[in-house]
């Protein structure tokens, strides 16, 4: 699998779609495990039918499954029922990028179902609740004191991939417009940056809202692979790790 360090390969697509008739007769499986909180939905015909979301640093690789059994029982549904799964492709945790993608392929080969890779930082853009002119920037956590960055227009367009930035030089990228800052890494920036822009309350990807995204999206030409941005902490040593002759 071709690791993807931004956006290359991936499509564009509004965030606030007109939802079709179709979305209103699909049952999505969604979750997100790339940030800190493990979230799980449920969409049927276009409403959330159970949920589960829970603020967690670790832990999601073990916490998952059983959400998603939890949720689905909820919702009265089974793996039989669904149509497709929706999954967020980073960026965000190494790790939780990882187990989410293995854990949505493992389901859409067991139903037949597709799976939709949505970018985690367009998750939590599209839950923000902005001001008609006024543009969203979305800062994740990744650890080593940075934080990955990404802007939307006040449409919800993307205005760039996203970026690996130091906090202080992400507040550099907003200074010069009005933002509403989100994310689980905004704390961080929002020290760094004008009064212009302005700390909003979303921290992380809610599923109910990945769910709603991957309905009104086409169908994939092949499999979603990982949004890291930089190159994971973990890297295969040459050889496979074996040993030299």
Request: net charge neutral; hydrophobic share 45%; glycine share 8%.
């Amino acid at each position: 699998m071709k690791l993807q360090f931004g956006i290359t390969g991936m499509v564009a697509y509004p965030l606030f779609p007109i939802l079709s008739p179709k979305v209103f007769n699909m049952r999505v499986l969604a979750f997100d495990t790339t940030t800190s909180a493990c979230s799980v939905a449920i969409c049927v015909d276009g409403k959330t039918a159970g949920s589960f979301h829970e603020p967690m640093i670790h832990g999601q690789a073990e916490a998952l499954v059983p959400a998603i059994e939890k949720t689905m029982t909820e919702a009265g549904i089974t793996y039989a029922d669904l149509d497709r799964i929706a999954v967020t492709v980073g960026p965000g945790s190494f790790t939780g990028v990882r187990v989410g993608l293995a854990t949505a392929r493992g389901i859409g080969v067991a139903t037949g179902q597709p799976v939709i890779g949505v970018l985690t930082t367009e998750v939590i853009a599209a839950e923000t609740h902005n001001e008609p002119d006024q543009s969203t920037a979305v800062a994740i956590d990744a650890r080593r004191a940075e934080v990955y960055l990404q802007c939307f227009a006040p449409d919800g367009s993307a205005s760039g991939a996203p970026l690996c930035l130091l906090p202080k030089d992400a507040a550099t990228v907003l200074n010069s417009q009005s933002w509403i800052l989100v994310g689980d890494g905004a704390a961080r920036v929002h020290p760094h940056a004008k009064s212009s822009v302005v700390l909003g309350d979303v921290t992380v990807a809610n599923a109910a809202i990945l769910a709603q995204l991957a309905a009104s999206r086409p169908l994939p030409e092949s499999p979603p692979g990982p949004v890291y941005v930089r190159p994971p902490d973990a890297i295969v040593p040459k050889h496979g790790g074996r040993l030299r002759p």
